[in-house]
């Protein structure tokens, strides 16, 4: 059973007991489903390049495997809680530190006056912070609750097991000879580019909490949610390249009350939905997701007093 930590929510929280036995939290997957990716901070992968002048299925080079860096996907994924928040009227905990050495002239404080406050300034009040800082922590002393993996992928759909966090796609190394369009040379090549991507990604990222708070699953869902609902933004894409049709990413979390046979149901092109998975999501869209939503609302206006504090009653 779910042991959920309350203690800093304003509201009661409680969700159909016999349900509580089935989340699979502390664990979390989130759908990705993304025919290009260009992750700034890399690739890392198993083998030699593949062949750029090439391709044959049963070529080693294009059986290439590897890793998803995690922290571009982190840093996806504080964007879009932090577009939550502020879109509630609530500002955003800022994730660099106001004395930072990258700090340039007055773009932190145009941040401050765009909806975010101070890293930190938010435990004056408040012992955990705001939502985003307990959950995602600061530097040093609150290392965070969240841990987020790589998302292990592979070209070779039987080797992927998407209970682990882990993703059908395929390893390319991109080279481009940019070249002069000055007449007079001739066309000769001034620099040569180089660039890793993955494309036809589709598995799952498996997000875990170190502490189950009811506001921390909250602020997941609506952000996930809202980072689907605005995957053709260029604010809200994944990885560099985005001018170029990269990084647009259809994003879900997976319902937490199925069970790890019915996660990999859902990757499964042989089956469709149980009738058990149909029913748990109609139980997760009726009666468990809004709870936790509610859990986030009431955190968030425990600390900003102007937002309303949800009764419950509310439809």
């Not at 294009?62 to 860096?69: D, F, H, K, P, V």
């Not at 406050?117 to 959950?135: F, I, N, P, Q, R």
């Not at 859902?266 to 869209?285: A, F, G, N």
């Amino acid at each position: 059973m779910v042991d959920f930590d309350t203690a800093n929510l304003p509201v009661e929280f409680d969700l159909p007991v016999e349900e509580e036995e089935e989340l699979m939290l502390p664990d979390l997957y989130v759908g990705l489903d993304a025919g290009l990716l260009a992750p700034g901070d890399g690739i890392v992968t198993d083998r030699h390049h593949a062949s750029s002048d090439r391709y044959e299925a049963d070529d080693p080079q294009n059986q290439i495997a590897g890793q998803i860096s995690p922290f571009a996907l982190s840093g996806w994924l504080r964007h879009g809680c932090e577009a939550v928040l502020q879109a509630a009227g609530a500002s955003a905990c800022h994730p660099g530190e106001s004395n930072a050495n990258f700090r340039l002239e007055d773009v932190y404080d145009r941040d401050l006056e765009a909806g975010y406050h101070e890293k930190g300034s938010c435990t004056d009040d408040v012992d955990a912070g705001c939502v985003l800082y307990d959950l995602f922590g600061g530097f040093g002393g609150s290392p965070g609750k969240l841990i987020r993996r790589p998302v292990s992928f592979s070209p070779v759909r039987s080797q992927v097991d998407v209970t682990k966090g882990e993703a059908e796609a395929h390893y390319r190394q991109l080279h481009t000879q940019v070249r002069s369009r000055n007449e007079e040379d001739g066309g000769q090549p001034l620099r040569h580019s180089t660039r890793d991507v993955v494309g036809n990604l589709v598995g799952t990222w498996k997000l875990t909490l170190r502490e189950v708070k009811p506001e921390f699953v909250g602020l997941l869902l609506e952000a996930i949610a809202f980072l689907d609902a605005h995957s053709d933004e260029y604010a809200f894409q994944l990885g560099g390249a985005r001018n170029f049709g990269a990084g647009m990413v259809d994003a879900e979390i997976l319902n937490p009350l199925y069970s790890e046979a019915e996660v990999k149901c859902v990757y499964d092109r042989r089956k469709s939905p149980t009738s058990e998975m149909e029913r748990k999501d109609e139980l997760w869209q009726t009666q468990c997701r809004d709870k936790f939503v509610e859990a986030l609302q009431a955190r968030t206006a425990r600390r900003d007093g102007e937002l309303p504090v949800p009764d419950g009653d509310e439809p």
